[in-house]
């Protein structure tokens, strides 16, 4: 079965320091997309990062960048230079082609110190 | 500007009452989503529907029922037959016919049970 999973229930990280966010998934398949979002207190669900499978290059967009590692099935998230609006719950997401169906994980909830 | 409108934000319920969550989008996305959001356990999907007048069960179906009478439309009925409404329920919409395309949310519906 497809499965996300997010071991780090919460983390906090002091501001401008870096911060690594551990997400493993489980699937059959060789080509698909992995995802995270963020979901600050107002609660909308927004994207950080997409990575493309079959891509070796990790996924970069700013401070934020993914340590990707297929065989293993890890999607790790690193946030560098930590802002106080970084503070959020972060979930990782993995859509199954073809099933129309996104598998969220249980999220990680990133407390940043000032 | 185009995006996904949730309706209303706060809902209120009485025991035995049925109520409807609405969810509309101009994103012209064949796919839509809902799912409920409660503490600790990620997003868990309800129904989506991949077309018009087509839906499927989700992982946590029961007590809920849905409508997909037009494209922009995916309105949410949350039954009396549900035990434990009360939670952050979320609408999404995509089109997967792309590949990797990642989903977009709504601002939610809290929805609680008085």
């Known amino acids: 079965a497809q499965t996300v999973t997010q071991s780090q229930p919460e983390m906090s990280v002091q501001e401008a320091e870096t911060v690594t966010l551990s997400c493993t998934y489980d699937?059959?398949?060789?080509?698909?997309?992995l995802f995270w979002y963020k979901q600050p207190p107002s609660r909308q669900m927004i994207l950080v990062i997409r990575q493309e499978a079959y891509k070796q290059q990790n996924a970069t967009e700013n401070r934020f960048s993914v340590n990707f590692q297929k065989a293993a099935k890890s999607f790790s998230l690193k946030i560098s230079d930590s802002q106080l609006g970084d503070a959020a719950m972060y979930f990782c997401a993995y859509p199954l082609l073809g099933t129309y169906k996104y598998i969220f994980g249980t999220g990680t909830r990133l407390k940043v110190l000032a | 500007d185009g995006g996904i409108t949730q309706s209303p934000k706060y809902l209120f319920r009485k025991e035995g009452q049925n109520v409807t969550l609405s969810c509309e989008q101009n994103l012209n996305h064949d796919a839509m989503y809902w799912y409920r959001q409660d503490p600790g356990q990620g997003l868990r999907l309800i129904y989506y529907s991949q077309i018009v007048n087509d839906f499927q069960k989700g992982d946590i179906a029961e007590g809920y029922s849905v409508s997909r009478e037009k494209k922009e439309s995916f309105p949410l009925t949350v039954t009396s037959a549900q035990k434990n409404p009360t939670a952050f329920y979320l609408c999404?919409?995509?089109?997967?016919?792309?590949?990797?395309?990642?989903?977009?949310f709504g601002q939610g519906t809290r929805l609680t049970v008085v």
């Open positions: 699937t059959s398949e060789s080509d698909y997309y």
């Open positions: 999404a919409s995509s089109t997967p016919r792309t590949g990797g395309t990642e989903a977009f």
